[in-house]
């Protein structure tokens, strides 16, 4: 579920592979998606809240910040890199950075597993996710022994009804599918073990972030899981799970996630869903990058960055037919926006003297489907990226940064790792 998949509801691939039934249903998708626009609203009970320094009863306004918060430059950046040099154990900042793709996060699922089979996963001091990338960030956070439950929500058989349209009662709805089956999915998996180990490792200074898009204010809202859990029971879990599901909610596909919050004494709601309607993936908040600043600490760390989607394809003819042609260029945008997200952070990392990784579903492969979530059609995406790490062929772009280069950040007096 990345940038621009929010925006292909309705979208029908004229992938002769994809069943003639699925095509079908795509096919209803532009139809009812232009009825929905004239329905009646839903009425919200409450308003969004005049700013974010407004948080959800019982956590603090830290828990979430917006991309483009300037809390993350300055000292707090440099407290926070200081704590993660503090967390590396093996002195070095590994970054790994899930995307979105909805059916296609299998794929990351297959990587990071293959990655843990060949001894070549390191424990990451940080990691990020978006939509589908956000789903698997928390097993991916707390390491290979957690791959057994990762792979079963991202291939088992209940993953099949995922997206269960309505019918015709979705003209009433804010979306096409209940999102039932989602909630169920995420609350399966988001235990409060799960939780309460999140807390414990974040508690060293790692950090676990995961990105939605507050349609209120169209802006990129980053949470910190880690904070999240940190708050320990029930109350931490329903949070940490709705910020997962809104996280991986396409707008119009699946329902939005309402999120109250407080401020004043006075109760408010956030509409937040996919983070990748306003970024593909992340490694930094927003902020950072444009502001050009100066981070010290993070010289020699590792950026992994984990694409759940082709970003270069073969030519294939497009059928002269309205649906073939909308369904081709929005899937143009959206491979054309994570490049730039790509160049960005390679040029983040190539300042800053990081290394740089990327893995990426390869343009030889079968075109993948993200709105196919049959578990035979996910199995074959993570089997994929599973043997592709394997292999030792994952990584299809590696940058390694040297120790200076020009117009790079100076490493001096950065500071060290543990003694």
Same mark, same amino acid.
């Given at each position: 579920?990345?940038?621009?998949?929010?925006?292909?509801?309705?979208?029908?691939?004229?992938?002769?592979?994809?069943?003639?039934?699925?095509?079908?249903?795509?096919?209803?998708?532009?139809?009812?998606?232009?009825?929905?626009?004239?329905?009646?609203?839903?009425?919200?009970?409450?308003?969004?809240?005049?700013? !974010?320094?407004?948080?959800?009863?019982?956590?603090?306004?830290?828990?979430?910040?917006?991309?483009?918060?300037?809390?993350?430059?300055?000292?707090?950046?440099?407290?926070?890199?200081?704590?993660?040099?503090?967390?590396?154990?093996?002195?070095?900042?590994?970054?790994?950075?899930?995307?979105?793709?909805?059916?296609?996060?299998?794929?990351?699922?297959?990587?990071?597993?293959?990655?843990?089979?060949?001894?070549?996963?390191?424990?990451?001091?940080?990691?990020?996710?978006?939509?589908?990338?956000?789903?698997?960030?928390?097993?991916?956070?707390?390491?290979?022994?957690?791959?057994?439950?990762?792979?079963?929500?991202?291939?088992?058989?209940?993953?099949?009804?995922?997206?269960?349209?309505?019918?015709?009662?979705?003209?009433?709805?804010?979306?096409?599918?209940?999102?039932?089956? !989602?909630?169920?999915?995420?609350?399966?998996?988001?235990?409060?073990?799960?939780?309460?180990?999140?807390?414990?490792?974040?508690?060293?200074?790692?950090?676990?972030?995961?990105?939605?898009?507050?349609?209120?204010?169209?802006?990129?809202?980053?949470?910190?899981?880690?904070?999240?859990?940190?708050?320990?029971?029930?109350?931490?879990?329903?949070?940490?799970?709705?910020?997962?599901?809104?996280?991986?909610?396409?707008?119009?596909? !699946?329902?939005?996630? !309402?999120?109250?919050?407080?401020?004043?004494?006075?109760?408010?709601?956030?509409?937040?869903?996919?983070?990748?309607?306003?970024?593909?993936?992340?490694?930094?908040?927003?902020?950072?990058?444009?502001?050009?600043?100066?981070?010290?600490?993070?010289?020699?760390?590792?950026?992994?960055?984990?694409?759940?989607?082709?970003?270069?394809?073969?030519?294939?003819?497009?059928?002269?037919?309205?649906?073939?042609?909308?369904?081709?260029?929005?899937?143009?945008?959206?491979?054309?926006?994570?490049?730039?997200?790509?160049?960005?952070?390679?040029?983040?990392?190539?300042?800053?003297?990081?290394?740089?990784?990327?893995?990426?579903?390869?343009?030889?492969?079968?075109?993948?489907?993200?709105?196919?979530?049959?578990?035979?059609?996910?199995?074959?995406?993570?089997?994929?990226?599973?043997?592709?790490?394997?292999?030792?062929?994952?990584?299809?772009?590696?940058?390694?940064?040297?120790?200076?280069?020009?117009?790079?950040?100076?490493?001096?007096?950065?500071?060290?790792?543990?003694?």
């Amino acid at each position: 579920m990345t940038r621009v998949e929010s925006f292909r509801i309705g979208a029908v691939s004229c992938n002769e592979r994809i069943p003639k039934r699925k095509n079908r249903w795509r096919a209803t998708l532009p139809v009812i998606s232009l009825l929905l626009s004239g329905c009646v609203t839903v009425p919200r009970e409450l308003p969004p809240p005049p700013d !974010l320094q407004a948080a959800p009863p019982s956590f603090s306004p830290l828990v979430r910040s917006l991309g483009t918060d300037p809390r993350f430059t300055g000292l707090e950046a440099r407290e926070r890199i200081r704590r993660l040099r503090l967390a590396a154990t093996d002195g070095t900042i590994d970054i790994l950075a899930l995307s979105g793709g909805g059916a296609s996060g299998a794929f990351s699922a297959g990587a990071l597993t293959g990655l843990g089979e060949r001894g070549e996963r390191p424990r990451y001091e940080v990691v990020t996710g978006v939509s589908a990338g956000a789903l698997a960030a928390p097993f991916a956070f707390l390491g290979s022994h957690w791959d057994r439950h990762m792979n079963d929500a991202f291939t088992g058989e209940h993953i099949r009804h995922l997206l269960r349209p309505r019918g015709l009662g979705a003209l009433f709805e804010p979306s096409l599918s209940s999102g039932r089956s !989602l909630r169920d999915l995420v609350d399966r998996f988001i235990t409060v073990e799960l939780v309460e180990e999140i807390a414990r490792e974040a508690s060293t200074g790692r950090m676990l972030l995961v990105a939605t898009t507050d349609l209120d204010r169209q802006e990129t809202v980053l949470w910190d899981m880690g904070l999240i859990a940190s708050r320990k029971g029930e109350p931490a879990r329903r949070l940490f799970r709705d910020v997962l599901i809104a996280s991986a909610s396409v707008p119009g596909l !699946l329902p939005p996630v !309402l999120i109250d919050v407080e401020a004043d004494g006075r109760d408010y709601q956030e509409m937040h869903v996919d983070g990748g309607a306003s970024t593909p993936f992340f490694i930094a908040p927003e902020i950072i990058h444009l502001a050009g600043e100066e981070l010290g600490g993070l010289c020699g760390a590792n950026v992994f960055i984990l694409v759940n989607g082709q970003i270069e394809v073969p030519a294939r003819a497009t059928a002269v037919a309205i649906i073939p042609i909308i369904n081709r260029s929005f899937s143009s945008l959206m491979m054309h926006m994570t490049r730039i997200a790509i160049a960005n952070t390679n040029a983040f990392a190539r300042r800053h003297l990081m290394n740089f990784r990327l893995a990426a579903i390869p343009a030889d492969a079968a075109e993948p489907d993200w709105l196919d979530f049959e578990p035979s059609h996910m199995r074959e995406l993570h089997d994929l990226g599973r043997n592709r790490a394997l292999a030792g062929n994952l990584w299809s772009m590696t940058n390694i940064s040297p120790t200076s280069a020009e117009g790079a950040i100076s490493c001096s007096g950065q500071a060290e790792g543990p003694e």
